[in-house]
């Protein structure tokens, strides 16, 4: 598993680990096939990428056979951590509140989600 803090995955980067989660493990041609439903994207540009995540440790890649197997080197779960926390204290200094607050304050938000937040905070407040 690569470390945590050494996670500073691009745009890009995001969107192949996206694909990756949701296979759970994939092809350089499965990503790039992947890829171009929602943008103009080249194969040796997916591969390019993949090779130099895989050289950042952003996804582990299985070489035992002639076509080289990728899989995410942390779950989706444990990386929008580091990400969300990172965003926080570089943006709003530290404050999860502020980014609540901006978040609630710049969309639309509707009353089901409004009772899910409400549910989430009573919770919160009970521990």
Do not use: C
């Amino acid at each position: 598993m690569a470390e945590i803090k050494a996670l500073k995955p691009t745009e890009s980067e995001l969107e192949i680990l996206q694909v990756l989660w949701q296979k759970g493990e994939a092809t350089v041609r499965q990503v790039h096939e992947e890829l171009v439903v929602s943008r103009d994207i080249g194969y040796t540009t997916t591969l390019k990428l993949m090779q130099i995540m895989n050289e950042k440790g952003l996804v582990e890649r299985n070489d035992s056979s002639r076509t080289h197997i990728y899989k995410a080197a942390s779950d989706k779960e444990n990386t929008q951590k580091f990400l969300l926390n990172k965003f926080i204290g570089n943006l709003f200094g530290g404050s999860s509140s502020q980014l609540v607050l901006q978040a609630l304050g710049s969309q639309k938000v509707s009353a089901a989600e409004l009772d899910q937040i409400q549910s989430f905070i009573d919770d919160l407040k009970k521990k």
